[in-house]
DNA sequence: TACAATTAAATTGTATTCAATTTAATTGTA
DNA sequence: TACAATTAAATTGAATACAATTTAATTGTA
């Protein structure tokens, strides 16, 4: 007789991974963030961009890819359009003219000012306890460097 | 005499954000799934759709979007594919000719015992504990409760 | 110094994402 | 029953992602 099996595919259901909620989350908090980037004019593939260019000024494509996880097939047409819409500048290094320097302009600067209240109100959107967010954040991060090792 | 300033803008760093975490560590499984993925003939989000459709057969485009957090001008080329593929079947519903019901096709349901061990590979590779992970996995659901309540 | 190897961006092509609109079918109601 | 409102997919257009290739510049070395 046999007994009720044990569903062989179990690890196959969607709950059951790491991977699709991980993708999941991802774009709804992208999604979240929309309404709040529309306003000046950014996409979040353009903010997370404007943030590390904030953090560091005067970077080359690939050291900026590097903090993204982004190669040049991505930033290439991105910064274009962030050069377009006049908060970037890109020049291409005259000691080595294969890199392309990105700088920020006087608005690219001014925009940090303008945007920083947008975490506070991204915040304020995701009610999330602190603890929990704490500790996503470090199993997060872990995550991450144990994967850009692998890669 | 001014004090050594607070930055204004530590809330906009890229690492003080709980969203860039998610949209790095998302993209970084993803890409390691590429491999396991490709021997199948299936990108990610189209992995994705099968095991959506592996718990369950037979439901409409809509049905299926709202499990995956995807909309039909993300499904309809995807579907197309995966027909295209052999994979599944897409037929309009007699009694309701708007909808769209998808159902699996031999070559469908054959893949699923091809790829059970999948999430097994996909585990040897991402080196975190059971405890974490299972920590990991709470939060995230926690998050998607939260925003999809939300949007 | 020639020149092969390497490196940095850019380009190309495929596949998403998603907002907004369109098309077609169904439902609710005056 | 007409017909407005709603609903389900499909379509359109803009912006990513990313693998693979190409182009141009630089480096290492025979």
């Given amino acids: 007789m046999k007994k009720p099996a044990k569903d062989e595919f179990a690890a ?3 709950d059951n991974q790491l991977c699709f ?35 560091k000024d005067d970077v080359a494509v690939n050291e900026l ?13 991105l910064l274009k359009k962030l050069e377009t819409s006049g908060f970037i500048r890109r020049e291409r290094d005259a000691a080595d003219e294969r890199t392309v320097r ?10 940090q000012k303008a945007m920083v209240d947008v975490p506070r109100q991204m915040a304020s959107c ?11 954040h470090e199993l997060l991060h872990d995550l991450i460097r ?3 090792k692998t890669g």
């Fill in 12 to 14: 196959l259901r969607l």
């Fill in 21 to 55: 909620p991980l993708y999941a989350a991802s774009r709804l908090v992208i999604k979240l963030y929309k309404p709040f980037l529309d306003r000046h004019g950014l996409t979040y593939t353009q903010y997370i961009a404007m943030m590390a260019l904030w953090e």
């Fill in 65 to 77: 890819g590097e903090r993204l996880f982004l190669d040049s097939g991505t930033l290439t047409p």
């Fill in 102 to 111: 990105i700088q920020l302009t006087g608005q690219g600067k001014k925009l």
């Fill in 126 to 136: 995701v009610h999330i306890g602190r603890d929990e967010a704490g500790n996503l």
């Fill in 146 to 148: 144990n994967l850009s």
